[in-house]
């Protein structure tokens, strides 16, 4: 019967000593009683009851005092303890940078079939991805970063991110190497709206020339502002016999006017202009993109979608490391 009232003590001893640590230290999301309340209970237990059941001297009541003791220290000891387990352990973002690590082959070879078959790939349909949406991100980037000679880009549309594919490529076409990027714009009454840039190496030799211009094949009415339907894309690349060029076309122009027919009398290629797609360029030893950022009409109710009113282009340049005779 002793060792009864001596085992009663402890446990009784732990649960006040418990109740006594989240007084003192209350912590939010924990089982909370006020300091208050807690030591008048302390009181009513300490006083009367405590003597009652265990009496001062007995083995009962050094059982009590040890599980007082107990309990009240068992939290601070297992916080100690669980956080230091916590901290010897890798975070679940670092598990899954290592699993990526590990299964990169098969991961990027996902990507890469995607990528060919679409031109783009949103990091919503990796569904057969099973990470986390910070790990795709690292994904996408890493892809991005080892294949930016292949043309792949990563891009943010809104709070998703995409890789682009910004043009194609065929096995045994030779290696390119990245040039630069250059962002142009058009606004309704840039009249005079015609800009080129010169494409040379890292070295700084002379490699081509690409550019953008209002096409006079587009233009309705030439007084000031030029009412324009019509941009001229175009590439000259010092390796190759001729000039390359493609046209931008608007909407309504593209469908009711004779300027597609126009264009494709000069052996060029007519573009209906959409926002976000692309226009490739390639000659003997140069590649670029255009690709359309943004694109707003004039408001006319009787040609809708016919006058250019803003154009945002970004123009990407790659040379192709070609043996030439």
């Not at 002793?2 to 640590?21: K, P, R, Y």
């Not at 790990?135 to 892809?143: A, L, Q, V």
């Not at 000259?236 to 006017?257: G, M, P, Q, V």
Request: charged share 20%; net charge neutral; with cysteine.
């Amino acid at each position: 019967m002793e060792n009864v009232n001596t085992f009663g003590g402890i446990a009784f001893g732990l649960v006040i000593g418990f109740l006594s640590w989240y007084a003192v230290f209350p912590r939010s999301g924990k089982f909370l009683v006020s300091w208050r309340t807690i030591s008048a209970f302390l009181g009513v237990v300490g006083g009367g009851v405590v003597t009652a059941l265990f009496p001062a001297n007995s083995e009962a009541f050094g059982g009590y005092s040890i599980g007082l003791c107990l309990g009240f220290f068992y939290s601070p000891i297992w916080n100690f303890f669980s956080e230091q387990f916590k901290k010897s352990q890798p975070s679940d973002f670092t598990r899954e940078l290592n699993a990526i690590n590990t299964n990169w082959s098969s991961i990027s070879n996902v990507i890469a079939h995607k990528i060919n078959r679409y031109g783009i790939v949103d990091i919503t349909s990796l569904e057969e991805l099973p990470y986390s949406y910070d790990g795709k991100t690292s994904i996408m980037r890493r892809f991005a970063e080892l294949f930016i000679e292949q043309g792949v880009e990563i891009r943010k549309e809104g709070n998703n991110f995409q890789l682009v594919l910004k043009f194609t490529r065929q096995a045994g076409d030779p290696p390119i190497k990245y040039i630069g990027t250059i962002r142009t714009a058009f606004k309704y009454g840039f009249d005079d709206y015609d800009e080129s840039w010169p494409i040379e190496s890292a070295t700084g030799e002379f490699l081509g020339e690409c550019g953008v211009a209002i096409s006079e094949l587009g233009v309705i009415d030439k007084s000031s502002p030029k009412k324009v339907t019509t941009f001229e894309v175009w590439l000259f690349d010092k390796n190759d016999i001729r000039t390359l060029a493609k046209y931008i076309i608007s909407e309504y122009a593209y469908l009711h006017s004779d300027i597609t027919s126009k264009v494709v009398e000069k052996d060029c290629l007519p573009i209906l202009a959409k926002e976000r797609d692309t226009v490739v360029l390639d000659t003997v030893s140069l590649t670029i993109r255009v690709e359309i950022k943004n694109l707003e009409y004039v408001n006319d109710k009787k040609a809708v979608n016919n006058l250019f009113k803003t154009v945002q282009l970004e123009i990407t340049m790659w040379s192709k490391d070609i043996k030439l005779n």
